[in-house]
């Protein structure tokens, strides 16, 4: 609390709060005038609110004090009038709003988060239509075409690039924690030396990449999509830090930890898989070690960076249950290592993939409801083309009208989840109930786990298919639901009338 004279504005008393805050001596505040501790910026309103509110309290907010040392406060001050011995005085009293504004800041992260959260789940389904469409007409064709034939490589260049546009929609996703990760064991080794191709596209010929893969790994429970993403996010952040060229290092190692490192306080004693990505860069202040991998922060100019991509890798490795331990000083250099707990399972042998000539097909009678047109063309399309009878249907409305005129069995519901007026799961609802023995196949850009918490979800029976889906996946799908009760249908035993 500070008093000043109400005609000189001379301070005339201070507290011991407001000495041990501001650094004066009872003195020191004594011998000064109010200018000389208010910031110029702030001095015409505080003294002009001082002086027209003289009777009644007045609360001026965001009031920059100046501390002895030189530095500035921000604080909200309550003014009031009274009488000090026996003249008009008025009785300050300042409130630090550092927290306040601490608080603040966290809410407008808290909002930026949502805010692409709510992007990233608003885009996911008409971007997981495109790459549906584009993924699958692409696997169609290539399908079709001879070994030899020199369109092949192009096909094959866009099936690449709607599998990394596929990616990236997984990595929005992730942000707006709608994408869950789907672990299981692999060898890390495998996974980082797979990455080496890209890697060295993606960082550019001036700097040189060296992969140092440990011998003998234990396996690591993650899922295999997310630790490529982390690799590749942190060899970006690598590449920006050496724009004169330098060298990037990926290791892998295990390690039994006995004790905890010293440059870690979350590393647990325990068994690991550790990968360390080392580069020559110019390295981290502690100041930016410690924001490293809050959502947004971002050490790039503007328009080069989202300061998501470090926040991205910080989750992924907290939900495969790792931890990241950063080394760097400034011109130095910077190392990170994640650790992620082995696992004892062996990983079983990949036979060969005969997914291209080995597509299920059948005779039943399918419902397919999806509001795209594209991709109800592309769904019809394939199905028929391997031996169903398809009705389709763009709406609803349409899907109950239809199944209410079709006179023959219908056995399989295949329908997007989230459609104008009402959802897939509501429409299966009605369906089941004047046709309970249909089976039902989900589809949404989002993931099940996403639909699940929203509130729809599968029932015992029910299967999922999240965008962007092959041919391959979605038929094998089809034919695991169509004989789920263990009697599967020969494509020509049933009749389509029947």
């Known amino acids: 609390m500070l008093i000043v004279d109400a005609n000189s504005l001379r301070f005339e008393e201070a507290n011991q709060a407001a000495i041990s805050a501001y650094g004066y001596s009872r003195e020191e505040f004594l011998g000064m005038h109010l200018a000389d501790i208010v910031a110029a910026g702030?001095?015409?309103?505080?003294?002009?609110?001082?002086?027209?509110?003289?009777?009644?309290?007045?609360?001026?907010h965001g009031v920059h004090f100046i501390l002895k040392d030189g530095k500035t406060a921000e604080v909200d001050i309550l003014v009031?009038?009274?009488?000090?011995?026996?003249?008009?005085?008025?009785?300050?009293?300042?409130?630090?709003?550092?927290?306040?504004?601490?608080?603040?800041?966290?809410?407008?992260?808290?909002?930026?988060?949502?805010?692409?959260?709510?992007?990233?789940?608003?885009?996911?389904?008409?971007?997981?239509?495109?790459?549906?469409?584009?993924?699958?007409y692409s696997q169609m064709v290539l399908a079709s075409l001879p070994v030899n034939d020199e369109n092949r490589a192009a096909i094959e260049q866009i099936m690449k690039a709607g599998e990394r546009a596929a990616d990236l929609t997984r990595q929005l996703l992730s942000f707006s924690r709608r994408q869950v990760a789907r672990p299981k064991v692999i060898d890390l080794n495998e996974v980082v030396t797979g990455t080496a191709v890209m890697l060295r596209r993606l960082i550019g010929e001036h700097i040189e990449l060296r992969i140092v893969a440990g011998p003998?790994?234990?396996?690591?429970h993650a899922d295999p999509g997310q630790i490529e993403q982390v690799v590749m996010n942190l060899a970006v952040n690598s590449r920006d830090a050496m724009p004169n060229g330098g060298t990037l290092i990926l290791e892998t190692h295990q390690l039994d930890v006995e004790e905890i490192p010293e440059s870690s306080t979350t590393v647990?004693?325990?068994?690991?898989?550790?990968?360390?990505?080392?580069?020559?860069?110019?390295?981290?202040?502690?100041?930016?070690?410690?924001?490293?991998f809050e959502p947004f922060f971002t050490t790039k100019a503007h328009g080069q960076g989202t300061g998501l991509g470090l926040s991205t890798v910080h989750s992924i490795v907290k939900q495969s249950g790792g931890e990241i331990v950063v080394q760097s000083e400034e011109g130095r250099g910077t190392c990170l290592k994640i650790y992620f707990p082995s696992v004892g399972e062996e990983l079983s042998p990949a036979g060969p993939d005969n997914s291209a000539n080995q597509l299920p097909s059948g005779s039943e009678t399918i419902l397919l409801v999806e509001d795209d047109e594209a991709v109800r063309k592309f769904l019809s399309q394939m199905l028929e083309k391997h031996g169903y009878r398809v009705l389709v249907a763009a709406n609803v409305r349409e899907a109950l009208s239809m199944a209410e005129g079709h006179a023959g069995p219908i056995h399989l519901l295949i329908t997007d989840m989230v459609m104008p007026r009402m959802s897939g799961d509501r429409l299966a609802e009605q369906l089941k109930s004047s046709r309970p023995g249909v089976r039902v196949l989900y589809m949404s850009g989002h993931t099940e786990n996403a639909l699940l918490q929203a509130g729809g979800g599968l029932r015992e029976g029910d299967g999922f298919l999240q965008k962007p889906f092959n041919p391959p996946s979605l038929l094998r799908k089809v034919r695991d639901l169509l004989d789920a009760d263990g009697k599967p249908s020969h494509p020509k035993a049933e009749s389509h009338g029947a």
């Open 42 to 60: 702030d001095g015409r309103r505080v003294f002009t609110s001082i002086r027209e509110d003289a009777v009644d309290p007045s609360h001026l």
């Open 80 to 136: 009031q009038g009274i009488r000090h011995n026996g003249k008009d005085a008025f009785l300050i009293t300042p409130q630090d709003c550092t927290r306040r504004k601490q608080l603040e800041e966290q809410l407008r992260q808290a909002q930026k988060m949502e805010a692409v959260g709510l992007l990233a789940g608003g885009i996911a389904h008409d971007f997981n239509n495109l790459l549906t469409i584009i993924n699958g």
């Open 216 to 220: 003998g790994l234990a396996k690591i």
């Open 268 to 292: 647990k004693p325990g068994r690991y898989v550790v990968l360390a990505v080392t580069d020559s860069g110019t390295g981290m202040s502690a100041q930016t070690r410690a924001h490293l």
